[in-house]
Antibody
Framework: QVQLQESGPGLVKPSENLSLTCTVS????????WSWIRQPPGKGLEWIGF???????NYNPSLKSRVSISVDTSKNEFSLRLSSVTAADTAVYYC??????????????WGQGTLVTVSS | QSVLTQPPSVSGAPGQRVTISCTGS?????????VHWYQQLPGTAPKLLIH???NRPSGVPDRFSGSKSGTSASLAITGLQADDEAEYHC???????????FGGGTKLTVL
């Protein structure tokens, strides 16, 4: 059974960078695409972007200028970096596994999520 | 606001049937792209409920079903149970944005 676990700081100061890592266990990161999705408190889900195990990426246009997703197949993990954060970036961040390629992509395995609060 | 539109809330009594709509446009659902649904129980991560319009992963009861017509999709839940109380999210691909989009989520209350 594939399991995903997010890790990283729960508190980030405004204008700084948010960095999270997702460790995949119970299966290989190779052969799949992996996404980050976030959910602000009391709001809906927002897809941030995805990366393939080979390193190709696709980002949400609304966040593209501030987002970078990387992968480390040797550690079976992938990471999110969001720059110049504001309070609007406060959310629960989920790492997920993509099933199927675009445009038929859906998300079949989810991490438990980690709350990141942007505040001074 | 979200690219896909869902009602903020729906409710029903135990045993009843409820439907949750997901309205899109010609660049997503109307273009024929698949619609997927997720169930998010209180305080937990979303879970895949329906994929490719009306396919249930192993373990999801057949009380849950999906459909699609034109620029909209629907999730139907029959024989409503107390533990169906959750937030439900629809998701699809949008060709104008070139990425994946969600509805705003619908909170189901079992009366």
């Amino acid at each position: 059974q594939v399991q995903l676990q997010e890790s990283g700081p729960g508190l980030v100061k405004p204008s700084e960078n948010l960095s999270l890592t997702c460790t995949v266990s119970g299966g290989s990161i190779s052969g799949y695409y992996w996404s980050w999705i976030r959910q602000p408190p009391g709001k809906g889900l927002e897809w941030i972007g995805f990366i393939s195990y080979t390193g190709s990426t696709n980002y949400n246009p609304s966040l593209k200028s501030r987002v970078s997703i990387s992968v480390d197949t040797s550690k079976n993990e992938f990471s999110l970096r969001l720059s110049s954060v504001t309070a609007a970036d406060t959310a629960v961040y989920y790492c997920v596994r993509n099933s199927r390629l675009l445009p038929a992509t859906f998300f079949d395995y989810w991490g438990q999520g980690t709350l990141v609060t942007v505040s001074s | 606001q979200s690219v896909l539109t869902q009602p903020p809330s729906v409710s029903g009594a135990p045993g009843q049937r409820v439907t949750i709509s997901c309205t899109g446009s010609s660049s997503n659902i109307g273009a024929g792209y698949d619609v997927h649904w997720y169930q998010q129980l209180p305080g937990t991560a979303p879970k895949l409920l329906i994929h490719v319009t009306n396919n249930r992963p192993s373990g999801v009861p057949d009380r849950f079903s999906g459909s699609k017509s034109g620029t909209s999709a629907s999730l139907a839940i029959t024989g409503l149970q107390a533990d169906d109380e959750a937030e439900y999210h629809c998701q699809a691909y949008d060709s104008r944005l070139g990425g994946l989009v969600f509805g705003g989520g619908t909170k189901l209350t079992v009366l």
